[in-house]
């Protein structure tokens, strides 16, 4: 009997080996990556931020590390689509659990993320990051800031999220000004996509709104991210919300006429040409969602930035069919 068969997330020796797994059973890991808190010759390490008390309407997104993982079953069942190769056998993927949080003690909270990311990427890995609302991207960018100098951020979201800080109040609404003044984020080689609520200051970023998109098409959008970021480090900050409540209806602040799923797939795989060095996946509640709709689209899209920072580091592809 060969025993090399489920619950790969705790019994794999390596990371970069994949076993025959029960979709709907086993262990749950994020693509069913070994669990571990080893760093050592890791590529990319998958982390949960389980934290929602800077929303600003419906709580419930410190279930979206856990909902993300349970959304991604599936994937780790055949190759990528459309790049026709496993991506783990070029990079080193870790599942290092979730961000130990302690909720009772709010001002510890950025402290203690900021602190989670330093000691990760102190390592020479990358992170992918499932929040949590989209206030964790605000100690996350700080941590790869110290690696980096000021980053590039790409966010697909449909709120601005540069509501005017005065450096006390905190919410998932007024993260990323506070992230430009304190010279976190170049905004001017940042971009806004999807976005579809009103601001009356963009704050630097270049904005790609959401009705600009369907008029023009998302290979217009990648353009100008792409052309805009140049060769600087990269940090794409992927709110769920970006796309159209049809798509993700399982999140807090749903704003109608957004991006579909396949346009959000199509936008990061564009992002290949940049220096991507992190990623964040947030504001996915699973209270609110639909048969996993959201979830399922959120572990896709995390999938596909694996899929490319692969595709970066040499895999090759066999796509089949026109794509």
Known sequence: ?????????????????????????????????????????????????????????????????????????????????????????????????????????????????????????????????????????????????????????????????????????????TMFDRAVNEGVVDASTSTQVGLRTYNDSDCGFEILTSPWIHRNGIDAAIEIVNERAGDNPVYLSFDIDGLDPAFAPGTGTPVSGGLASWQGMEFIRGLEPLNLVGMDLVEVAPAYDHAEITAIAAATMAFNWLAVLAKKQGAATHPVGRL
């Open 1 to 173: 009997m060969n025993d090399e068969k489920g619950d790969q997330a705790f019994r794999v020796t390596t990371e970069t080996e994949m076993w025959p797994e029960m979709t709907y059973a086993g262990a749950l890991s994020f693509l069913r990556r070994k669990y571990s808190r080893s760093l050592d010759g890791v590529d990319v390490v998958v982390s949960g931020i389980p934290y929602d008390n800077a929303v600003t309407y419906r709580s419930g997104c410190r279930l979206g590390p856990r909902a993300i993982r349970a959304g991604g079953v599936q994937l780790s069942e055949l190759k990528h689509f459309p790049y026709g190769f496993d991506p783990f056998e070029t990079l080193s993927v870790i599942d290092y659990g979730d961000c130990y949080l302690d909720p009772h003690m709010p001002l510890t909270i950025f402290d203690a993320i900021e602190a989670h990311a330093d000691h990760i990427l102190a390592s020479g890995a990358k992170m992918l990051s499932f929040g949590g609302d989209h206030s964790v991207a605000y100690p996350l960018l700080k941590a790869h800031a110290k690696i980096h100098g000021p980053i590039t951020l790409v966010q697909f979201d449909a709120h601005c999220d540069t509501w005017p800080d005065d450096g006390v109040r905190f919410d998932h609404g």
